[in-house]
DNA sequence: CAAAAAAGTTGCCCTATGTCAACGTTTTTT
DNA sequence: AAAAAACGTTGACATAGGGCAACTTTTTTG
């Protein structure tokens, strides 16, 4: 159950067992379905979720209805609503499971515990605000400039996975782009 | 020289005194021109800066020549290259004074000294980077699905500064439409 | 396993916005 | 102060890609 988790701490920190095994027991478990919701729009985020089986999506609902994907996470990744996490606004985004999924996940209580007392957790904290940051940054500076085809292409290139487990729907969503115009881009390589 | 500095340290953190004047003897002070470079798309950025007069742009060139700015950073804040920063790669991106400007500048040995020595400072960093986080991922995500006129107009509410102190043309490349097209927008209110 | 729902594909048309060029204005340089 | 360069504005034109609809294919549900 938390050996996904243990082996992602282990690999990321130099925690000793007894630190990481304190660590996960602050984390429970749940079983998602295939598009459940864990946050909506109005709601405050409370927890951070680890995906040990399955894919989070992030996303928005604009006014004319469009969804716009924004991120998606999968296995032995960690998500959450991060600005309302860390500022206890509503999210203004949605945060849900796109396939029947395994989650384990951290009260932001106990969260903001570990990294104020665990000088490891704080600097992971660090390392993946760090990380978010660059990828974020790669992600939507990547594409400044890109015509639908360059965007299709650096997404093959970047994020395979992204093209083999999300539907055309939501990759075109998170591309700007429209459904169509992915389907012609995709079948003109 | 440091009294900006220091003011928005008190602000934003608990420190007393001592540890105030220990962090800002770490900074230098220089003097930029308008347009100067200071970090290429080659070079690995080795400083953070903090701007006590002035207007910090960090943009990017594509392979048709094209700028696109990514962000603009003005009076008493910081900025840097930060992903090159972190991960002392090529910047593949570029840092430059859009005015004459005053910085301070501190290495990233000495940042990360005091990061790790001092645990004001550490949260500090923390803050610096879930802002930036947030940040970024407001004005990008913010502009999903938006046509020209509600990019200006979104500018216009949450950024009005930009408008008034930096070019049209930087400021169409920075949301991702051409010079003229902002004239057209901007021309119709 | 059948029916229903959702997703993907493709053609047609249309509009927002890019490109280019000409021109006027402002800023910079010397 | 004059010359040069950069910037802003506007018109004419071209086009990428969005919206919609009809149809097919895949997935989900009962």
Request: charge should be positive; charged fraction near 25%.
């Amino acid at each position: 159950m938390f050996e996904i988790l243990e082996k992602v701490l282990k690999k990321k920190t130099d925690v000793d067992d007894n630190t990481l095994k304190k660590i996960v027991s602050y984390f429970k478990i749940i079983h998602t379905k295939r598009n459940q919701i864990l946050v909506t729009s109005e709601e405050i985020c409370q927890n951070y979720y680890f995906i040990n089986k399955g894919c989070i999506r992030l996303f928005t609902i604009s006014k004319d209805g469009n969804d716009n994907s924004r991120f998606f996470a999968f296995e032995e990744n960690f998500a959450t609503a991060l600005p309302s996490f860390i500022d206890q606004k509503p999210a203004e985004e949605y945060l849900q499971t796109i396939q029947d999924s395994e989650l384990l996940y951290i009260s932001r209580t106990d969260f903001y515990h570990l990294v104020n007392t665990l000088p490891q957790f704080a600097k992971l904290y660090t390392e993946i605000l760090e990380n978010g940051f660059i990828i974020a940054q790669k992600r939507i500076y990547g594409f400044q400039g890109f015509d639908a085809k360059e965007k299709v292409e650096w997404i093959i290139k970047h994020q395979p996975k992204l093209l083999l487990n999300v539907s055309n729907k939501m990759v075109a969503s998170y591309l700007g782009i429209s459904a169509s115009t992915l389907s012609r881009v995709k079948s003109k390589l």
